[in-house]
């Protein structure tokens, strides 16, 4: 099965950018979609992106709005999600995860790996 580690998060201000990076080992990265997630204090998790095996299509949550980009590069078993134009309320923990079976879905459910989440902070 495949393990996931996030990293990228961090505190920038609103306007800024962020690269996440999502860095998977023990499996083979292009059997699975990637989809990116996240959560903020004391709200539900919400699906950011996602991203098929291999990377031809992408799929974005409303909110998103032309300002975020999700993508992979299956040689280094990474995938990524450029952040541009934060916003305060982009902050929450970011989360990638791994399914072999569905095809960039939104549902949380769907996915089977996860990481441990990032910290993503926005400040006015």
């Known amino acids: 099965q495949v393990q996931l580690v996030e990293s990228g998060g961090g505190l920038v201000q609103a306007g800024g950018s962020l690269r996440l990076s999502c860095a998977a080992s023990?499996?083979?990265?292009?059997?699975?979609?990637i989809g990116w997630f996240r959560q903020a204090l004391g709200e539900e998790r919400e699906f950011v992106a996602a991203?098929?095996?291999?990377?031809?299509?992408?799929y974005y949550a409303d909110f998103v709005q032309g300002r975020f980009t999700i993508s992979r590069d299956n040689a280094k078993n990474t995938g990524y999600l450029q952040m541009d134009n934060l916003r305060p309320e982009d902050t929450a923990v970011y989360y990638c995860?791994?399914?072999?079976?569905?095809?960039?879905?939104?549902?949380?459910?769907?996915?089977?790996?996860w990481g441990q989440g990032t910290q993503v902070t926005v400040s006015s």
């Open positions: 995860a791994a399914d072999s079976n569905s095809s960039g879905s939104s549902y949380y459910l769907d996915y089977h790996y």
């Open positions: 991203i098929t095996k291999d990377g031809s299509l992408a």
């Open positions: 023990g499996g083979t990265f292009s059997r699975y979609s």
